[in-house]
């Protein structure tokens, strides 16, 4: 069993940063891959990142790539997002996810436990 839970979502003017982290609990950290997905309303679930266990190898949408990063502290079991030339586009609810077996799938279908979200909103 996996637990996680995102902090660090809120209210931005375009332009401006946020740092989403995500903390896990429950099983190795270090061995799986994480990722981050967004829900805005009335859209699907949408890949944004995903980091493989390692950290040596990370993925990004297109509509993020050169604006955010994704990293890991295994020693800290936390994965963090850092979202810097945000857009009113970005707003959405931001989710961890944990991939068991895996190199950082774009499919959510492929991760198995996930946070509960964090709110990002982004004002033009």
């Known amino acids: 069993q996996v637990q996680l839970v995102e902090s660090g979502g809120g209210l931005v003017q375009a332009g401006g940063s946020l740092r989403l982290s995500c903390a896990a609990s429950?099983?190795?950290?270090?061995?799986?891959?994480m990722g981050w997905f967004r829900q805005a309303p009335g859209k699907e679930r949408e890949f944004v990142a995903a980091?493989?266990?390692?950290?040596?190898?990370?993925t990004f949408a297109d509509s993020v790539k050169g604006r955010f990063t994704i990293s890991r502290d295994n020693t800290k079991n936390t994965v963090y997002l850092q979202m810097n030339s945000l857009k009113p586009e970005d707003t959405a609810v931001y989710y961890c996810a944990a991939e068991l077996i895996g190199n950082g799938s774009t499919n959510h279908d492929d991760y198995d436990y996930w946070g509960q979200g964090t709110q990002v909103t982004v004002s033009s």
């Open positions: 429950g099983r190795t950290f270090s061995s799986y891959a």
């Open positions: 980091i493989k266990w390692a950290g040596a190898l990370a």
